[in-house]
Structure formats: C-alpha cells, structure tokens
C-alpha cells in the first residue's frame, strides 16, 4: 500500500510560478510511474504529467512547455513546476502512482490562478 500527500497549492497571479509536491511512503518496491491529474469544476479530469521509473516524462499539450515534473528518489518526493500560470490552469491537482497493477491517488491540493 502506498500513501501519497500532495503540497504546496494555493492562489497565485496569472505568470505566476508555483511548485507543487507529493511525497509518498508506505510499501514502496516498484512505483511504474508517478504523474498528477486536474480535475476543474464542470470539466473532465486531465492527465497532466507523468515519470516513470526510467525517468521518462510526458507533458500534456495544455501545459507543454510551461510545467515540468521531476522526481527525487532520496526524498521519495515527486514535483510539479508549474510557470507561466493562466486561469484555466485552476483546478485540484491530484498525485498518483502505479504500482504492480494498482493505482494510488492522493487527496489533492488546490491551484487557483486569479488577479
């Protein structure tokens, strides 16, 4: 079983930066991949990021070029460096992991983009 906990959302300007964490723990042998979903009022949820255990990420097109994840293995700590905020990026942003078949979901942490 793993445990995830998202940090660091919160209100920020549109050009804003913002980094967000999930720090995971629990019975980690073989996390597949680790990534972050939003999930906006009235829209349907969006795969934002992901890395896997090769270190391979993915970007949606949306964010492509403006957020960047990362990973730190020694902190089991994922990040999501969000720049170049627009209000449309406001949404709760959700961790999970895949592990042997399962996927863990975190309890999410709120992005708001607003003047």
């Known amino acids: 079983q793993v445990q995830l906990a998202e940090s660091g959302g919160g209100l920020v300007q549109p050009g804003g930066s913002l980094n967000i964490s999930c720090a995971y723990s629990?019975?980690?042998?073989?996390?597949?991949?680790m990534g972050w979903y939003r999930q906006a009022p009235g829209k349907q949820s969006e795969l934002v990021s992901f890395?896997?255990?090769?270190?391979?990420?993915r970007e949606a097109g949306s964010v492509k070029g403006r957020f960047t994840i990362s990973r730190d293995n020694a902190k089991n700590t994922v990040y999501l460096q969000m720049n170049s905020l627009k209000p449309e990026d406001t949404a709760v942003y959700l961790c999970?992991?895949?592990?042997?078949?399962?996927?863990?979901w975190g309890q999410g942490t709120q992005v708001t983009v607003s003047s």
């Open positions: 999970y992991a895949v592990m042997e078949g399962h996927i863990y």
């Open positions: 890395i896997t255990s090769d270190g391979f990420t």
């Open positions: 629990g019975k980690i042998f073989s996390i597949n991949a």
